[in-house]
């Protein structure tokens, strides 16, 4: 069964970066993209950006492009999201999810990273 | 970017109730509409796909109808477990976006 495991919780500090992972399993990891997905408290949900792990390509938020790098191990079949220059507004649960052969809706998700910016 | 204006932003409804979501966007996304469910602490499960197309899975009680600008997610016959929060999402265009959710409680 399709499984993605991510990282766990991040205490950061403001202006530092952050890595999380999301660890697929259960299916072709080069064969489908790879989305991420922000959720800060009580709020909605924001889309970040995708990644093809095939041949790494990656296709981004206008609004994340200078916030967030998405890449992608194929050897490990892990995702990774860094995200840089770390404000409070950046403090959030981020999600990693799978779609359904690019069409863009999310039939799999990980359980989620919250990521803390304080001091 | 796409808008997406969902309605209700919270419900309160009875066991065995019938509830309906909204979910407006900004223009013609052409069916390309999903909805998720949210539990507390949980992930988002998707229910729905194309507008009206079943998850695998999803509960019989759980449909979605629309065209154009239009989109609801119809709960027949409501239970304990569907307390949740409801999110609508556009993929007709990037980027993609969201509704701001409709917290359900029974």
């Known amino acids: 069964q399709v499984q993605l495991q991510q990282s766990g919780a991040e205490l950061v500090k403001p202006g530092s970066s952050v890595r999380i992972s999301c660890k697929a399993s259960?299916?072709?990891?080069?064969?489908?993209?790879m989305h991420w997905i922000k959720q800060q408290p009580g709020n909605g949900l924001e889309w970040i950006g995708w990644?093809?792990?095939?041949?790494?390509?990656?296709k981004y938020n206008q609004k994340f492009s200078e916030k967030a790098t998405l890449t992608a191990d194929k050897s490990s079949s892990t995702a990774y999201m860094q995200l840089s220059s770390l404000t409070s507004e950046d403090s959030a649960v981020y999600f990693c999810?799978?779609?359904?052969?690019?069409?863009?809706?999310?039939?799999?998700w990980g359980q989620g990273t919250l990521v803390t910016v304080s001091s | 970017d796409i808008q997406m204006t969902q309605s209700p932003a919270s419900l309160s409804a009875s066991l065995g109730e019938t509830v309906t979501i909204e979910c407006r966007t900004s223009e013609d996304i052409h069916n390309a509409l999903a909805w998720y469910q949210q539990k507390p602490g949980r992930s988002p499960q998707l229910l729905i796909y194309n507008a009206n197309s079943f998850h695998t899975g999803v509960p019989s009680r759980f449909s979605g109808s629309g065209s154009g600008t239009q989109y609801s997610l119809k709960i027949n016959s409501l239970q304990s477990e569907d307390v949740a929060s409801y999110f609508c999402?556009?993929?007709?265009?990037?980027?993609?976006?969201f509704g701001s959710g409709t917290k359900l409680e029974i």
């Open positions: 999810a799978r779609d359904y052969s690019g069409s863009n809706w999310f039939t799999y």
């Open positions: 259960g299916y072709t990891f080069t064969s489908y993209d």
């Open positions: 999402q556009q993929y007709y265009d990037y980027p993609l976006t």
């Open positions: 990644i093809y792990p095939g041949n790494g390509h990656a």
